[in-house]
């Protein structure tokens, strides 16, 4: 039954047979010696089944009933025949699906457990071993062959040595190694416990069956392709070696993990080792001639090994004639050796006659020497040297002797010479020990110093106080001082540098004023070298050119991500073109396609190409970023935006860069995207261009995602760059993000083209009428149109879009990312600097510039980050100006942290009051709108002469929205529909009416006039005694605040006010003008805080300045700011207490993961509020107790005492 | 280096340590009056939590599926049960399951997938052996309490400038201490289980962050409330997708950022609390984060691995330095209170070794170097003790408490804490101080010193009883220069460190 439907093995001895006829050579003979056994073997095994199962059964039953009988089967010892035989008892069928098994490893599927069912066949191995051996042999011939073909001085002579090595490589790789393998798990089962070991057959039997797969893959090395065979080597190795691993994976699996790796590391080695070096030895470059007797010698052991197995009659004439050629040369080689042995034997004779001589000679040498000292006794007592003294009874030896003696002594001195260093050694390192007790002993000197400097600073400081409180007495006596008109709002209570700086202010504008020279040509340093901004009314056209040189920096920054994410485009558009044209069937095809596709020069333009598109991107990064988000609070706010002039064109320049990406990606994905056109023939048989709208729908697509890639900015306020908590090297940052990226550009791409998809099926018609028209291109009727249900559910067509789509926007988005970690690297400012004309750059004087905006917070979170980490630029806070001795840098950076801090205390309680008064200040506000603004002319004139300190505006000159939509310059605060104006209905009749007067003023005055005017003596009543003491708040409206009370709403208002209201009230009922005039919940928030990240970063500042003061602080110039800074710490942690009980302040936002706008804005407030909190607690815990000494009114201790017992 | 030999003999059995004075420990029954009163002080922050009072949950694991009838859906809401349920693998094994009802190729390529994604994970846990345990046997492998999975008290953290503390329990709850007021609050919060570890926001009176299973919670819990039991609206939920159990937790000495780890994710998470997102700082290699110590001023975080590996994160630029141990995984670790030293041990060791950090003070982003030394530092092995299950150093630098591990097979090696004295200044010094014993068949569990303990150092010691006790150690800081009257300690001044115990010297630093 086995024999007959068994055409595998047949076939296989086929070859064999066809070898052994082809190469007739001696070598066959011992092989087909043994090839006759095995097939006897396997005929009677094929036989035995039938005899012991059962003739009629099928397979399968005969299957399962060996499986059972097998276990009980008693198995002949191993050295008998019967032993072997049972292993040979294998069904066809079984054999095929163990080489399938083993070609074909399963993932779970044990090949042991699955196939082989305690039942191991040796069968299969030998045969798959021997195939493999002749297959090895002849095709490497056959390579051989092949190469060197066609040369003209090449004769073809078989290596049939090849058959001999093969078989001894794969026979002992198919035998020693799973010996060893064995060997190595009954050990390692010795020591841990496994529930799976396995008998070395059934080892042998998965080696033999793993090599089943190199067969197919060694004739396919035929071929004389290097690649071809390298990469059957690497499947082969892959199937073969994950068998193997597969299978011995359960018995090593509870192991140590090193022996794991060690065993399977072990496993898989031998494979690649077997593989490669078949593949080298065999298939590598040809020694055409090898030497002819290495493989006679082969044959004469081979003959021998037959002769001496008896089985010798089958030995051909030839043979024998050539054995006994072989005896008789050996007989020669006798005869030859043996007269040389005699030559040698004659010389080793004439060798011991000369010997004899010279023993002779030695003998009357001797004699002589003896007379010789005979007569030399004889001399010595002739001249006498025997009675004299020094050599008395002494032989040259006994001289010898002394010099020894001498010599002994000596090293006995240098040995105490060492000893009495290594004591002075001991004695030096005592000394090095009190040296050391000597410097502790210094130390705690030095400590008790210290102490003793603390305490007479204390004493200082104490006298301070006294003196401070010395000069308030005497102000209290002299009130009129301090409300002087013109007189900064702000007076310290270091009066000698409050003095000092106002007489500076003083000064005429030029005094420290230089002339700007030309200096163009030196571009190398972006920004220095100006003149010295005094605080004065130069200020103005300072900044202007000081701007320019800054804004460069952040120029600098831009251009550097820009040229970063050009060089990413080359590596991102690879992976695009591979993944576009990727198809499983032809993976190699494909790749080396694309390889030749990105060197060609088509490639290249389009390369060029979207090199443009990222340079503009970065452009319109540069151009339209923030750092404070505008936040619309209500749907028609937003709506305002989206249809914003400069949004149109940020919209249309986009839409044209995705055209022109999208181009770039029918180019690459070539096939049917390639061009517009294309000839077609009609029905009437005239060749036409049509129109390929294939082509056309990857275009629109490119420009429909392009257009909501902006409105989503708009929406998600892409723009918004935002400071990161953590700070990251670049790189880091750029890894760390690098996989958001990637999802948030696919995930967008998927909606984007889900969207165009429903868009093109509807209004798909009109771009493509329109192009036909313009150029002039027919549409091909006889293909599908591309706008149906069918078109466009081609699944390669989605694919194709969406992985454009991805393309498109991961190149923006990665632009855009690059660019946010460029822009708010930290940047180190001096805190001051030796030289005038780097002064500007000075960390004091750029926080106190207003733009651009972005530098203002760099130099915050550089403050921040220095009053944390560094103590030498600490120092350089607190140090004293070298001539005069004033503190202009912490008094510079304590003022602007807290005219920030104060600002939005304001802004706080006008919003609070706003919605306590639910809307009915309005009628007073309105009032007081005009009024006001002729009012705020006065202040903002006096402004500049009043304080150097930044007005409340947070502007940035790229926060284009904000800008464009008011035309004025204005706060996030006050930006159209924001909360502080209560009713968007408001806004658009008022305005027509106000605009005229509102343009010329800045309309911050009018905002934080009427609310924080009432709202100030109520904020203050209680400190009126600490405002008395010098330290009121730094507001200048509250200086103006008495005649602004007196203002009244006028007629005209109130009317106005009555209209709008009619208009209100008919407006109210509409529900979709509702829906979109209706605040969104927790925005007005989210607003007024939009830019509390400088806040943050004052608040961080300070506070850790104040922290360090206590120890670093020298001059004491920390301590005269310290009530000022409490205070007004604490009246915005009041204000902001109070803001979070308003309903919707204190709800969080949703967290949207996968977007690629920065959410960190929505969550500002909690973060100000915990910074707030904490910089309270940071200084309460510094000072402790010494905080009673500080002057504050008696509510804010009252407040302050909560955090000093942590109750807060 | 010498052993615990140095030491004095562990008290007898049923004594137990009250406190240190004189440069002694004294034990409970001395009978010394001072002390005993000086004692009554601490007395209501010792409490007892007998194991019986809690009312533990009984274990519903994964689903209650099988308590339910066998209902028959169509396939596809079985599918998407399966998928709600437990992901992807759920899914599969739903199609694989129903391959009467599916075609057969997709039932086929279904159990393929399955079964690559089992060779997949099985290979992965071969790699990292930790990845295989279940989240609760994780975290007591790599708590740094002893014991953790049947420890009463899970986790214990004293507010770091008052006198309240928040103590965790088995039955999940959290208990909050304050001798200043008479309501004791109860967090619970549906999400907080297996509780591994407890801190409280520095700067701050109220935030309290807690390590769970799934996630961080941080709970503002109002110290001016009388409510007993504070709504799970005041915690805030930090998760992050793969990044549980979280067995670790640490704030930044300035109070601003929040760290935690998971052995299961290779990634440091440092979390902005305020606005609830996080920063994952991620290095491959380790196979996870086991446990985390920012150094007291605020610049290095210590960040053991898993395997035998640990990081020490420079927290300006977030850079990090690999410190390969070389036997095992590091155990634990504690910083001087300067952030100078770093102390820390390795598991299968019962070393401790020392880590010298050198900073460059200026504040530049680009340098970043910072180690110098790295040298063994005490053997702790003698006839009591055992491994090192962790180390705290008192806030002042004075006193080491190390937990030694004992040996469960043996009995008279049980777990023990033995206390060093340490000085940091001029060079670095352990000499011995003795053992802390609690009440006989009590063992050591988990143990933290007061922050901010005015007379010396408090040790706060949980026991396996349920029991907290304090153990004060009464001296004089040499280092802390000590204010007026305020400060002065009650207790006689202990003496001179007596010239025989000087020359006892466990470890001296050689100076260089």
Redesign the interface.
Known sequence: MASANDPFQFQEFEEAGNLLEANRDATTISIEDEDVKPEKQRRAAGLNPAAGGGDDEDAGDYDDKTELLSGQQKSPPFWTFEYYQQFFDIETHHVKERIIGSVLPWPGKNFIQVYLRRNPDLYGPFWICTTLVFAIAISGNISNFLVHLGKPNYKYTPEFQKVTIAATAIFSYAWLVPFALWGVLLWRNNKTMNLVSYSFMEIICVYGYSLSIYIPAVVLWIFPFEWLRWCSIVVALCLSGSVLVMTFWPAVRDDHPKVIVAIMSAVVLFNILLAVGCKTYFFSKPEPALPANNSSVAVVIKTTMATSNGKGEKVSKFETLKLLEKCRKERDDAMHRESVLREKLRQYETRMRSTEGLKQKLKTLTMDNKELRKQVKALRTEIGLECSPKFNGKTTKDIIYDLHEKERECTSMVEKAGKLSLTIDDLTSELANTVTSKTLLEDQVQSLQQNLKDMTNNQRRLLKLWEDKKAQREQFALPAITQKPGQRPFVHKGIQTEMSVSTSQKLPVNAFETKPFSRDKDSKNALDKHSFPTYGNGYHHDKKTFMHDDAKVICWRAAASIAWAVLLLPPVTAVFVILSRFSLLHPIHTISECFSLLTSAGAIFSLILLCGVILMVGFLNLEYYTVIPTIACSKIALLGQLLHPRQFVNSSAHCIMGIIVAWCCAVTIGGRYETIGYPCTHSDGSTHMCLNEYHLILLLAGAFVGFSHSLLGVIHNMNFVSFHTVQQYKYLRFKGSLPLVVKCSATQALYSVRNYVVVYFFLGYIPKAWICKTLNLHLNSSIHPLDSIAGLLDLSLLYHLWISATFLLFTWYITLLLFRIFVTEVYNFPVQSSFTEEAHQCLPKVLTDKEPMILKFLALQDLALLSQHSPSRRCEVFSLSQPGGHPHNWNAISRECLSLLADLTQRLVAYHDTVATNGRAKSLSTGSERKTSSETSVTSGTEDLMSPRPTLMMKTPASVFARSIVGGPQSPLTAPFTPDLDSPFASPSLRRLTAPVEQCSPWHGTVQSPHVMRRVPKLWSTSTDSQANGSPPPSPASVASPQQQTSKPSLLAQFLQNRKEQVKHFLAKRVLIMYLFNKLPEASSQALFADSQAHIWALEGISYLIQASFSEDQFGVVQTALPSILSCMLVLQEAVDRHFKLPHASSKPLRSASSMGDPTYKTLRFALRATLKTAIYRITTTFGDHLNAVQMSAEHRKRLQQFVEYKD | MCSLALFPAPLPDGQTTLCESNNELLSGSDGHDEVVFFLQELSPLSLFFPRESLKLHSRTESSSRAAFLDHSETLWMRSAAAWRDSGLTGLLTEITNSHTEVPKCLSVSSG?TL??L??VS?FHG??F?HLTLSSEDMIAEFSQVLNWSDCVVRAFAW?P??DKFAVALLDDSIKIYNPKSATTPTLKHRLQRSVAAVQWKP????ALAVACQNCVLVWHVD??SLSTRPSSGCAQVLSHPGHSPVTSIAWSP????LASASPMDTAVM?W??????C????RVGGGGVTFLSWSPDGSHVLAPTPSALFRVWET????CERWPCVKGRCQSGCWSPDGSRLLFTVQGETVIYALTFTDS?????SVTGFHISYFFCVDLSSSVGGEIQSLAWDPRGERLAVLLKGDPQAADRPAIIAVFKTRT??VFELLPCGFVQGEADAEPRLMQFHPSFQHGALLTVCWSSGRITHVPFYFLSAGV?HFGLSGSPLLPRPQERCSALANQSLFTEM?S
């Open positions: 393929c079964a690559l089992q060779w099985s071969s790699l052996p507010h400038h008052t700067l701050c009176a109220s110290p001016c300035s109070g601003s950022l440092v902005d609390v305020a606005a609830e997102s920063v994952p700082l991620q300006r630029m977030w850079t003070i200026l504040y530049t982003p200044n001029p220069p100076i």
